[in-house]
Protein backbone atom coordinates (compact mmCIF):
# COMPACT_ATOMS: atom_id res chain seq x y z
CA UNK A 1 0.00 0.00 0.00
CA UNK A 2 2.63 2.69 1.10
CA UNK A 3 4.51 1.69 -2.59
CA UNK A 4 1.37 2.72 -4.64
CA UNK A 5 0.77 5.34 -2.18
CA UNK A 6 4.30 6.69 -3.29
CA UNK A 7 3.51 6.32 -6.75
CA UNK A 8 0.56 7.91 -7.35
CA UNK A 9 1.95 11.12 -5.11
CA UNK A 10 4.84 11.63 -7.94
CA UNK A 11 2.79 11.04 -10.37
CA UNK A 12 0.78 14.21 -9.06
CA UNK A 13 3.93 15.87 -8.59
CA UNK A 14 4.69 15.23 -12.39
CA UNK A 15 1.39 16.29 -13.40
CA UNK A 16 0.93 19.88 -11.69
CA UNK A 17 2.49 23.00 -12.83
CA UNK A 18 5.91 23.82 -10.86
CA UNK A 19 4.92 26.48 -8.17
CA UNK A 20 7.65 29.29 -7.25
CA UNK A 21 7.61 32.13 -5.07
CA UNK A 22 6.35 34.21 -8.28
CA UNK A 23 3.37 32.13 -8.68
CA UNK A 24 2.95 29.16 -11.20
CA UNK A 25 5.34 28.89 -13.93
CA UNK A 26 3.72 28.78 -17.38
CA UNK A 27 6.49 28.76 -19.96
CA UNK A 28 8.24 31.31 -21.57
CA UNK A 29 7.35 34.52 -23.64
CA UNK A 30 7.88 35.13 -27.56
CA UNK A 31 10.69 37.39 -26.01
CA UNK A 32 11.94 34.17 -24.29
CA UNK A 33 11.27 35.60 -20.80
CA UNK A 34 9.56 32.65 -18.24
CA UNK A 35 6.25 34.02 -17.69
CA UNK A 36 4.23 33.06 -14.19
CA UNK A 37 0.21 33.60 -13.36
CA UNK A 38 0.02 34.99 -9.98
CA UNK A 39 -3.72 35.14 -10.23
CA UNK A 40 -7.20 36.46 -11.26
CA UNK A 41 -9.66 38.39 -9.38
CA UNK A 42 -13.26 39.83 -9.98
CA UNK A 43 -13.94 43.03 -8.10
CA UNK A 44 -17.67 42.49 -8.39
CA UNK A 45 -18.81 42.90 -4.80
CA UNK A 46 -22.53 41.79 -4.27
CA UNK A 47 -23.42 41.44 -7.76
CA UNK A 48 -25.40 38.32 -8.70
CA UNK A 49 -22.51 35.70 -10.15
CA UNK A 50 -24.76 35.81 -13.98
CA UNK A 51 -23.23 39.58 -14.07
CA UNK A 52 -20.70 40.43 -16.96
CA UNK A 53 -18.50 41.54 -13.94
CA UNK A 54 -17.42 37.85 -12.98
CA UNK A 55 -16.87 37.20 -16.79
CA UNK A 56 -13.54 39.12 -17.16
CA UNK A 57 -11.05 39.37 -14.08
CA UNK A 58 -8.43 41.32 -13.26
CA UNK A 59 -5.45 39.25 -14.18
CA UNK A 60 -2.09 39.31 -13.00
CA UNK A 61 1.46 37.64 -14.24
CA UNK A 62 5.07 38.47 -14.39
CA UNK A 63 7.01 38.56 -16.83
CA UNK A 64 10.86 38.61 -16.72
CA UNK A 65 10.97 41.03 -14.31
CA UNK A 66 7.92 43.21 -15.17
CA UNK A 67 5.01 42.60 -12.83
CA UNK A 68 1.58 42.86 -15.40
CA UNK A 69 -1.74 44.12 -14.65
CA UNK A 70 -3.84 42.91 -17.40
CA UNK A 71 -7.99 42.96 -17.79
CA UNK A 72 -9.33 40.34 -20.44
CA UNK A 73 -11.63 40.33 -22.66
CA UNK A 74 -12.50 36.68 -22.35
CA UNK A 75 -14.68 35.97 -25.15
CA UNK A 76 -12.46 37.33 -27.61
CA UNK A 77 -9.09 35.56 -26.01
CA UNK A 78 -7.73 39.40 -25.73
CA UNK A 79 -6.02 41.45 -23.18
CA UNK A 80 -8.20 45.00 -23.47
CA UNK A 81 -5.39 46.78 -21.74
CA UNK A 82 -2.24 45.86 -20.23
CA UNK A 83 -0.35 47.84 -17.31
CA UNK A 84 3.05 47.01 -15.80
CA UNK A 85 2.90 49.04 -12.72
CA UNK A 86 1.28 52.37 -13.12
CA UNK A 87 1.88 53.08 -16.99
CA UNK A 88 -0.10 51.26 -19.58
CA UNK A 89 1.88 49.05 -22.16
CA UNK A 90 -0.63 47.70 -24.35
CA UNK A 91 -4.47 47.87 -25.50
CA UNK A 92 -6.38 45.28 -27.59
CA UNK A 93 -3.49 43.03 -27.03
CA UNK A 94 -3.44 39.65 -28.97
CA UNK A 95 -1.30 37.13 -26.77
CA UNK A 96 1.95 36.16 -28.87
CA UNK A 97 2.89 33.11 -27.04
CA UNK A 98 1.37 30.41 -25.72
CA UNK A 99 2.45 30.89 -21.87
CA UNK A 100 0.64 34.36 -21.84
CA UNK A 101 -2.64 32.61 -24.15
CA UNK A 102 -2.26 29.99 -21.04
CA UNK A 103 -2.57 32.53 -18.80
CA UNK A 104 -5.35 34.20 -20.45
CA UNK A 105 -7.08 30.75 -20.27
CA UNK A 106 -6.47 30.36 -16.49
CA UNK A 107 -7.42 33.71 -15.89
CA UNK A 108 -10.43 33.46 -17.14
CA UNK A 109 -11.46 30.20 -16.23
CA UNK A 110 -10.51 30.79 -12.59
CA UNK A 111 -13.72 32.67 -12.06
CA UNK A 112 -16.33 31.03 -13.81
Do not use: H
Not at 63 to 88: L, Q, S
Amino acid sequence: MKKSLIVGAGLLALATPAIAQDGVYMGKASTGEAVYYMGATAQCGDLPRTDQCWKNPTISYKIGADYVTAIPDCRRNTFKEVWVGDRKVATNMRPQSEAIRLVLRTGCNSVR
